[in-house]
């Protein structure tokens, strides 16, 4: 099966930038889609970003649009997500998830078969 590794993550300052990777193994993903869900303290996981290998039409939370950019390597089976403006609020347990099911954006957890382990943000004030 697929599986998706991130990394990137970290602590840094409200109005700092990260940039968060994901490797997919085990087969490409071509026509299908590979995006970021994230997990925060004592809120519900919610959809952050997600982009069509085929393509590369993106859709990004409103949270997201205007701060995240996300982006493909067709070549290397990866995936990032070049996050800037940083604010306290983005703190959460970010994942990189992917499915090979439907060539669609879908911004809930059911839209996608493959999860990664989560990479920790901290963002201070």
């Known amino acids: 099966q697929v599986q998706l590794i991130e990394s990137g993550g970290g602590l840094v300052q409200a109005g700092g930038s990260l940039r968060l990777s994901c490797a997919a193994s085990g087969r490409t993903f071509s026509g299908y889609v590979m995006g970021w869900f994230r997990h925060a303290p004592g809120k519900e996981r919610e959809f952050v970003a997600a982009i069509i290998w085929s393509g590369g039409s993106t859709s990004y939370a409103d949270s997201a649009k205007g701060r995240f950019t996300i982006s493909r390597n067709n070549a290397k089976n990866t995936m990032s997500l070049q996050m800037d403006s940083l604010k306290p609020e983005d703190t959460a347990v970010y994942y990189c998830?992917?499915?090979?099911?439907?060539?669609?954006?879908?911004?809930?957890?059911?839209?996608?078969?493959?999860w990664g382990q989560g990479t920790q943000v901290t963002v201070s004030s």
């Open positions: 998830v992917a499915d090979d099911r439907r060539p669609v954006i879908r911004r809930t957890e059911g839209g996608y078969k493959y």
